[in-house]
């Protein structure tokens, strides 16, 4: 990574992502590498679920991630984006100063994996940043 660029984390909100929260805290420890946490809102939501209260549970569980990290002296900024979790993603990615993405894999696999996709292995593609990549466990 150069310098001045940031370590984009992308998270999905699930259990997964206190793993790699405490993979890139030690991955930047010492490094003064600023982080920056995403969460994309998904453009496919179900019905009945109003987009203003996932957008307000989004931003509430970044800001406490956000508190966390920043009492262990990380410099962090976080950003809720709406749409495609891997178009946003890449989006986010080429159009700040990020030089490293940080996501999650799920490890889904047969019927799950088609129906859900792997947000983690099309980033992987379709990027053209390093990416570091946690299993969840």
């Known amino acids: 990574m150069e310098k001045d660029e940031r370590i984009l984390v992308a998270l999905d909100g699930s259990k997964c992502d206190e793993n790699i929260i405490s993979q890139v805290e030690e991955l930047t420890m010492g490094m003064n590498e600023g982080i920056c946490l995403l969460r994309v809102v998904s453009a496919r939501a179900f019905p009945g679920?109003?987009?203003?209260?996932?957008?307000?549970?989004?931003?509430?569980?970044?800001?406490?991630?956000?508190?966390?990290?920043?009492?262990?002296?990380?410099?962090?900024?976080?950003?809720?984006?709406?749409?495609?979790?891997?178009?946003?993603?890449?989006?986010?990615?080429?159009?700040?100063?990020?030089?490293?993405?940080?996501?999650?894999?799920?490890?889904?696999?047969?019927?799950?994996?088609?129906?859900?996709?792997?947000?983690?292995?099309?980033?992987?593609?379709?990027?053209?940043k390093p990416v570091f990549l946690v299993r969840c466990d």
Do not use: C, W
Request: aromatic share 4%.
């Open 49 to 128: 679920m109003d987009p203003k209260n996932i957008a307000q549970g989004a931003e509430q569980y970044l800001q406490s991630l956000e508190n966390r990290l920043r009492a262990k002296g990380f410099d962090v900024d976080t950003r809720v984006r709406f749409g495609d979790e891997v178009e946003e993603i890449l989006d986010h990615a080429a159009q700040r100063d990020i030089g490293l993405i940080a996501i999650s894999a799920h490890g889904r696999g047969g019927i799950k994996r088609l129906l859900f996709g792997s947000v983690a292995e099309k980033v992987l593609r379709h990027t053209t």
